[in-house]
């Protein structure tokens, strides 16, 4: 593999069936990291936000705070009770995506979470559901990159699932077309995995533009392996997931009708069923912020972003009630602010340390990107939040 100019990228040795699996994967573009491009670095991102000159949003600022401030949030966004411990287990993926907000991708090898940073995971959610106030907890969400390419992906599920938990595979669908993974839509259906799934598009022609050539005739495999095992029949012990955003500078749609509207069209074009629809913004942040740049559209969306500011979506933010863990073992608001190394405002740095008591106290770090959360009906790791 090579960057932007030709030159050798040393990447961290894995076995050749692993690294035939990680190359063999559809992409649409290179990441940001294996170019070496200025922009792979989260400063240069966020400094990228703020050069855009607009005055738009409650406050006439163009500034995230102060549009909380002129919304009723002057304390900023204090914290819920906390319901979900989300890991993102490596940016190791099979898939180059156009729009991927991790920049994750098969070069990614090295930020792969350990078996330690696992361990301290499991450690902190037992401090969770030891303490007076961690009985809120009900969920792990697992990402990526695809976290099932981190080799302790079944441990984890399996030890969250003993402890009562409810588990999210968050799915790019085209890892399960690979044999060495073929087994997992059965074996998390055993456990009552959620598998929530990427999929720009119900047509292919949306989805390979933003994903690579082949994702959707390999999404559509998926699917259907995941409908033969029990997913996507109404089944609250197996649920089926998918999660859109625009193909192109565009808001989300209204969540509810696109919903309808995919149902339909899954079912008539390819008998293909599932249970819930997730509309996301895009978040103006890495490989959809080079887009944006490269297009000369970046100030006309975040206008577009600060034009739908939407003080109704704030509640049901995910930072309010989530914790974000990184591969590291890093600590984080939400998994935006993961990837742009915002770290949480709390007096420990790691999950080994986590404390309840201290994580509740904080106020969440915003910054521009923020607004992609904000707009519209809302976009957070749970779909549209108003």
């Known amino acids: 593999m090579s960057d932007g100019d030709g030159a050798a990228i040393s990447l961290p040795v894995l076995s050749a069936e ?26 240069a991102q966020i ?62 090898t090295e930020e792969n979470m350990d078996r330690a940073a696992v ?35 079944e441990y984890l599920v399996d030890e ?17 077309t690979v044999r060495r993974y073929a087994h997992l839509a059965g074996w998390m259906a055993e456990r009552g995995v959620e598998v929530a799934c990427s999929l720009p598009h119900y047509r292919q022609l949306g989805t390979d533009a933003q994903r690579g050539d082949g994702t959707y005739e390999k999404s559509i495999r998926a699917l259907r392996m995941l409908n033969d095992v029990g997913y ?32 339909a069209a899954l079912q008539r074009n390819h008998g293909v069923t599932f249970d819930r629809l997730f509309a996301l913004n895009n978040m103006p942040m890495s490989r959809y912020l080079e887009w944006l740049l490269e297009k000369g559209q970046l100030d006309a969306y975040l206008d577009r972003l600060l034009g739908a500011f939407n003080p109704a ?52 770090r915003t910054e521009r990107h923020c607004y992609g959360c904000t707009a519209g009906a809302g976009s957070s790791c749970g779909g549209a939040t108003a």
């Open 18 to 43: 692993l690294l035939a699996d990680v190359m063999d994967g559809p992409k649409r573009t290179t990441s940001l990291y294996a170019r070496r491009t200025p922009l792979a670095a989260p400063a």
């Open 47 to 108: 400094a990228a936000l703020d050069a855009v000159d607009t005055h738009l949003g409650p406050s006439g600022t163009g500034r995230f705070h102060a549009d909380l401030v002129a919304s009723g949030w002057a304390a900023g966004i204090t914290p819920a009770p906390l319901e979900i411990f989300q890991i993102n287990i490596g940016k190791l993926c099979n898939m180059t995506c156009r729009h991927c907000h991790v920049d994750s991708g098969p070069d990614r």
């Open 119 to 153: 361990d301290a995971c499991l450690e902190a959610i037992d401090h969770i559901q030891g303490h007076p106030d961690g009985g809120a907890l009900h969920t792990v969400d697992l990402t990526g990159g695809a976290p099932e390419l981190n080799p302790h992906f």
């Open 160 to 176: 969250c699932v003993a402890r009562g938990l409810h588990v999210i595979d968050r799915c790019n669908l085209t890892i399960l």
């Open 232 to 263: 996507g029949q109404g089944d609250p012990g197996r649920v089926l997931t998918l999660v859109t955003n625009p193909v192109g500078s565009f808001l989300a749609g209204a969540q509810d009708s696109l919903e309808d509207e995919w149902k």
């Open 313 to 364: 979506t704030i509640d049901g933010l995910m930072c309010r009630n989530t914790v974000s863990v990184g591969w590291d073992g890093a600590v984080y608001d939400c998994d935006f602010n993961q990837q742009l190394e915002m770290d949480a405002a709390v007096p420990f740095t790691t999950v080994a340390d986590f404390d309840l008591s201290a994580w509740q106290a904080r106020t969440v």
